[in-house]
């Protein structure tokens, strides 16, 4: 677990306090035991490394990655939209993959390497996905921007690995990086400020640099 | 969601074995749809068998020419394979044509034959619903049913299949391997697996409890023009209202499975028979038997139009 230690307590770590707390009393109404610990057989012991840290956690089955990423070890850059696979705003990289994290236990990725928008880049050491995505504006509120990020920097790797999609008109030619491509490809991550255009603006300038 | 416990399992046998005998179990793989029902307390297990290390993960070659694919194949990577682009296209088509890339990085095979309905009242739990509550009523028949099925209904229930996949393997004549809980293996052709409604809209398959698919098996490579078309109510990410998947030979013979419009994917071989003889010919003998309600009666013509622009397609 982050701890705060020492630091002085921001309004936002106040927020998120709260905010967590809200999270806590919807869960136990939808069923969850959160104020008694899970029978013992409810409960399993699971250990993954997530931004390179090794962590071991003691969890409700219950638990999808999504919540033990974000309530166990309070990282909150990855978010929760739908819950439903319907948003990809929990988009995260397990061993490398774009994956929803709200649509999959945390219990089942014993050994895993897990990769959130923490992992990816720190203000003042940017990934290149990221500062295109603040240089060309990828963004309004920002709720939908952690998963754009992760589900982009994997996006443009399956791509490289000839992994065609829909719109790949020749399936035995190399997969191209156009914008029909772009779109297709990320229309599993949605937008409701409709920043569609700004980021793919971002994701060609990446792609183009590295291409 | 309600509680349950947890296993991974290590080998094929003792998953079906486990799920067999503990009341309440069922196996869990990418987890994309039981997750989804689990969390709307749609779908109840009280155990849960993780079945993702079973090394099912592999396409292998069979002696008859053609392909085994391991039920924990991704549908990402069944559709990059090369022989899967090469000589079935089709199905990489119809894979691509479904969900998004992060869904499609963990779903499964299996998982994605045995996928739900996506009918708007199995999921809204306040409903009747035949198929999540057995003997409540069916709210679709008076309801919105533009999406549903037009074809092999029943009074009970108008849920069509969702799944993509299924329509491609369909018309490939896949045949799904399992293994029964007592550890004998059998062999389920695709047309076999999913069953229409009729009373009993809540039993989907003919799996037995704790039966456990292995494999899908294509025959050789059969050629021909692959196509998979589908219509939907956005360019992507969206479910199918009509999908026609087909093989047609430069003779104008050929095979056709559509989608959407079925409790399963839906194939006539007497309207295969009708190929040569274009699109019309062929849809009056697979909607032959359609009932469909005033709202989804617009998908009759949309399978013609969709076949026919397949045809010429096709044709090139
Ligand atoms: C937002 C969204 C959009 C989608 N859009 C599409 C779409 O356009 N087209 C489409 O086709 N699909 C679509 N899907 C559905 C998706 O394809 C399925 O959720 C997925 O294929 C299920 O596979 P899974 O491995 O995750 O299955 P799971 O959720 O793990 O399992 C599904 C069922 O199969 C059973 N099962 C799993 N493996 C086995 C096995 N080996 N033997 C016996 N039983 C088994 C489980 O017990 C469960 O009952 C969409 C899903 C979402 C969330
Ligand atoms: S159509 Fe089937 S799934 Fe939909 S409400 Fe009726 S019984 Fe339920
Ligand atoms: S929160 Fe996971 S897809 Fe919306
Ligand atoms: S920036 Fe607001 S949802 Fe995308």
């Given at each position: 677990m982050q701890s705060p230690g020492a630091l002085e307590i921001s309004r936002r770590d106040l927020l998120v306090a709260s905010a967590a707390t809200v999270t806590v009393a919807s869960a136990s109404s939808l069923g969850h035991a959160q104020t008694n610990p899970p029978a013992a057989s409810q409960s399993t012991t699971v250990g993954f490394t997530v931004n390179g840290e090794r962590r071991e956690l003691r969890l409700?089955?219950?638990?999808t990655l999504l919540d033990a990423l974000r309530e166990h070890l309070h990282l909150t850059g990855t978010k929760k939209g739908c819950d439903h696979g319907q948003c990809g705003a929990c988009t995260v990289l397990i061993d490398g993959r774009r994956v929803n994290a709200c649509l999959t236990l945390a219990v089942m990725h014993e050994g895993d390497t897990i990769t959130t928008i923490e992992g990816v880049g720190?203000?003042?050491?940017?990934?290149p996905m990221q500062a295109a995505f603040v240089n060309h504006d990828g963004?309004?509120?920002?709720?939908?921007t952690p998963g754009q990020i992760c589900s982009s920097i994997a996006m443009l790797e399956e791509i490289a690995a000839n992994i065609p999609s829909h719109v790949t008109s020749d399936l035995t030619a190399p997969a191209e990086i156009t914008a029909a491509e772009i779109r297709e490809r990320m229309s599993g991550n949605i937008c409701r400020c409709g920043a569609y255009s700004n980021i793919v603006e971002a994701i060609t300038e990446v792609a183009g640099r590295k291409a | 969601m309600r509680a349950f416990s947890y296993e991974r399992a290590s080998t094929t046998e003792a998953a079906a074995k486990a799920a067999a005998t503990k009341e309440g179990a069922k196996f869990i793989a990418g987890g994309t749809n039981l997750l989804d029902l689990m969390k709307l307390e749609i779908e109840t297990p009280t155990h849960l068998i993780d079945v993702n290390e079973l090394g099912l993960d592999q396409i292998e070659p069979t002696p008859e020419g053609g392909l085994r694919i391991g039920a924990l194949v991704r549908n990402t990577d069944l559709a990059a394979d090369e022989r899967i682009r090469r000589d079935y296209q089709l199905l990489s088509r119809a894979l691509l044509a479904g969900a998004s890339g992060q869904l499609r990085n963990r779903a499964t095979t299996a998982g994605n034959l045995l996928q739900r309905t996506r009918c708007p009242y199995f999921y809204d739990t306040n409903q009747p619903c035949n198929k999540r509550q057995p003997g409540s009523g069916c709210a679709a028949l008076a309801g919105f049913s533009r999406q549903l099925a037009v074809v092999g209904v029943s009074d009970a229930c108008i849920a069509n299949h969702p799944s993509d996949m299924a329509v491609a393997m369909r018309a490939l004549d896949a045949v799904v391997e399992t293994v029964q809980p007592d550890g004998t293996p059998r062999s389920v052709p695709i047309a076999d697996l999913h069953r229409l409604?009729?009373?009993?809209?809540?039993?989907?398959?003919?799996?037995?409890?704790g039966e456990l698919i292995t494999a899908v098996v294509l025959p050789k490579p059969v050629g021909g023009k692959q196509i998979y078309r589908k219509v939907r109510d956005?360019?992507?990410y969206a479910f199918a209202l009509v999908s026609v998947g087909a093989v047609i030979q430069p003779d104008g013979t050929g095979r056709v499975a559509v989608g959407g419009?079925?409790?399963?994917?839906w194939r006539d071989e007497a309207a295969d028979g009708e190929l040569p003889n274009g699109a019309k010919a062929v849809t009056a003998k697979l909607l032959t038997d359609a009932r469909p309600t005033e709202q989804n009666a617009f998908k009759l013509t949309l399978v013609e139009r969709t076949l026919s622009a397949v045809l010429a397609e096709a044709r090139g």
């Open positions: 409700d089955n219950r638990t720190q203000p003042g050491n940017l990934h963004f309004q509120c920002g709720y939908c | 409604p009729g009373d009993t809209p809540h039993i989907e398959h003919v799996l037995e409890r956005r360019a992507s419009i079925a409790p399963k994917p």
